[in-house]
């Protein structure tokens, strides 16, 4: 079973920086992208960042040109730079996985929070 393992969450001010960084247990073959989501309390989980295989990236139009995604593939470790926080960056933030199987995998969420 694999599992993924985010660290870098944490409070930081409004206009802060963070790294998050995602980590699986072993090796995953096949990837099809690797991608962040994050979830604040009472609202659904929204997908912020993708990274496919060949490379092309996706993010959601609240947090372009802020935050930027990439990965060591290497090592299957996945990174999320958020720079220019703001308080709604606040949530927990999820990595994601999938395989060109459709398998999907999960981490176990870190918290950010944005607050003065």
């Known amino acids: 079973q694999v599992q993924l393992v985010e660290s870098g969450g944490g409070l930081v001010q409004p206009g802060g920086s963070l790294r998050l960084s995602c980590a699986a247990s072993?090796?995953?073959?096949?990837?099809?992208?690797m991608a962040w989501y994050r979830q604040a309390p009472g609202k659904q989980r929204d997908l912020v960042a993708l990274?496919?295989?060949?490379?092309?990236?996706n993010y959601a139009v609240s947090v372009k040109d802020r935050f930027t995604i990439s990965r060591d593939s290497a090592n299957n470790t996945v990174y999320l730079q958020m720079n220019s926080l703001k308080p709604e960056d606040t949530a927990v933030y999820y990595c994601?996985?999938?395989?060109?199987?459709?398998?999907?995998?999960w981490g176990q969420g870190t918290q950010v929070t944005v607050s003065s």
């Open positions: 994601n996985v999938q395989q060109l199987s459709g398998n999907m995998y």
């Open positions: 072993r090796s995953i073959f096949d990837i099809s992208a």
């Open positions: 990274i496919t295989r060949g490379g092309r990236t």
